[in-house]
């Protein structure tokens, strides 16, 4: 099935009370991984690409490794660009056939930030294409920069309709407490998400989409296997999957992972190679990884967004 958009997937889940898991790829492996998950749990799925990605993998090469993906299967798949910084490769992406892009310039002063996410809102939707853009600022690592804690900023309520209308997006990433990377909370820690905010934003804005980064809850058993295979990940601990099934029943639509797949990618790698010294075949711990995040995401499908049996 060609790739669509998400703005049939969004209405249906902001409808149902659940929300569609947007996970990122780098390659083969994980695309195969995340759309193979999705289709036996006959889920919709967002493949997204980061500025990262494409410096690793070139994004034609992801274009095509998608395309190919979806020809396989008849779930609606979306492809999206991740924290797009500019005009140009939203553009870039738009041009080559990505169905979503984010415009990120939430650093930016409002009415920068504004003028910039019209002027790709205009480009893309010429084009078929929904933008996704963020207000207020999430704590974390994100393309190697990181934003400490304290510069963190929630988002107020108060600037949501204005930015909503004058941009045309449609779909809003906001800060409640969710944070960029493996390492968010240090154990002993309760994260909690401001569900508070979350339901106000929903009240000013009925219907509309919202969107959550930085979701991965940074799942101990994986870390455990790392760990014993010779990392050395720290102790830490994530966003607790009952804070995300709780926003995903509001008007949160789509749910951003990504920290949680590397780390069951890597633990099942460090595993296959700690127990088969002899294996030299990357077919071997690739396909051990592809498997082990296939489970990543089918538990995230499953039991923290909801999203099984809505294709
Ligand atoms: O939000 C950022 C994503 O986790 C992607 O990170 O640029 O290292 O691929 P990356
Ligand atoms: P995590 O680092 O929590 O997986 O967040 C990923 C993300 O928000 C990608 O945009
Ligand atoms: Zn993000």
Redesign the pocket.
């Known amino acids: 099935m060609p790739l669509v958009t998400t703005t049939e997937m969004f209405k249906k889940a902001y409808a149902g009370g659940y929300a569609v898991g947007a996970f990122?790829v780098n390659n083969m492996e994980m695309i195969q991984a995340i759309v193979e998950a999705a289709n036996e749990c006959r889920s919709p799925v967002i493949l997204?690409v980061?500025a990262g990605a494409r410096k690793y993998a070139n994004p034609v090469y992801l274009r095509h490794l998608v395309a190919a993906a979806a020809e396989t299967t008849d779930i609606p798949i979306a492809m999206h660009l991740?924290?797009g910084a500019d005009y140009e490769i939203c553009k870039d992406c738009i041009d080559i056939g990505f169905t979503s892009v984010m415009i990120d310039a939430s650093s930016k002063p409002w009415e920068e930030n504004i003028a910039l996410t019209k002027k790709v809102v205009e480009y893309a939707h010429a084009h078929g294409v929904v933008v996704e853009a963020e207000l207020g600022k999430l704590a974390?690592i994100e393309d190697d920069v990181k934003v400490e804690a304290h510069d963190a900023m929630f988002t107020s309520p108060d600037e949501v309709e204005e930015f909503t209308a004058r941009t045309g997006i449609d779909s809003l990433a906001i800060a409640i407490g969710?944070s960029?990377?493996a390492y968010k909370f240090k154990p002993g820690q309760d994260p909690k998400l401001r569900i508070d905010i979350l339901e106000e934003i929903g009240r000013r804005l009925p219907g509309f989409p919202i969107v959550l980064?930085?979701?991965?809850s940074v799942p101990q058993e994986q870390v455990a296997i790392v760990n014993e295979f010779g990392g050395s990940m720290p102790n830490a601990i994530?966003i607790p999957e009952s804070e995300l099934r709780k926003a995903a029943k509001l008007a949160v639509c789509k749910i951003?992972?990504?920290?949680?797949l590397r780390v069951a990618f890597t633990a099942a790698v460090r595993k296959h190679l700690a127990e088969n010294p002899s294996h030299f075949d990357p077919r071997q711990y690739l396909g051990d990884a592809r498997a082990n995040m296939k489970a990543m995401v089918k538990h995230k499908i499953i039991d923290v967004l909801g999203s099984a049996n809505k294709a």
């Open positions: 990122n997204q980061s991740d924290h974390g969710t960029h990377g980064h930085g979701a991965s994530g951003n992972i990504d920290s949680d």
